[in-house]
């Protein structure tokens, strides 16, 4: 079954820090960009990190640049979104992305809060 499976979500309080993971399964995960992405309540989905298929190139959003690291495991089928320094306009939903297959997954609520 072609799928992505996030978990790592959970709550934490300013200045914390949580790893999310991304599984894949389906197809050739090695071949394929992936991203993160989130959405808060009430507003527009956004990008937040990508990594090329080798794991040779990222890139970030501004807003989280240098809090933030992308890294995968192409031997695990695995795409991580390490965050650290979160602040509570870290709150959202985050999902990973394979970009060429347009393929979603169903997202992990990230809670920063005190």
């Known amino acids: 079954q072609v799928q992505l499976v996030e978990s790592g979500g959970g709550l934490v309080q300013p200045g914390g820090s949580l790893r999310l993971s991304c599984a894949a399964s389906g197809f050739r995960f090695s071949y394929y960009t992936m991203s993160w992405y989130r959405q808060a309540p009430g507003k527009e989905r956004e990008f937040v990190a990508s990594?090329?298929?080798?794991?040779?190139?990222?890139n970030y959003a501004d807003s989280v640049k240098g809090r933030f690291t992308i890294s995968r495991d192409n031997a695990k089928n695995t795409v991580y979104l390490q965050m650290n320094s979160l602040k509570p306009e870290d709150t959202a939903v985050y999902y990973c992305?394979?970009?060429?297959?347009?393929?979603w997954g169903q997202g992990t609520q990230v809670t920063v809060s005190s």
């Open positions: 992305k394979a970009n060429s297959l347009g393929l």
């Open positions: 990594i090329s298929s080798s794991g040779g190139s990222t």
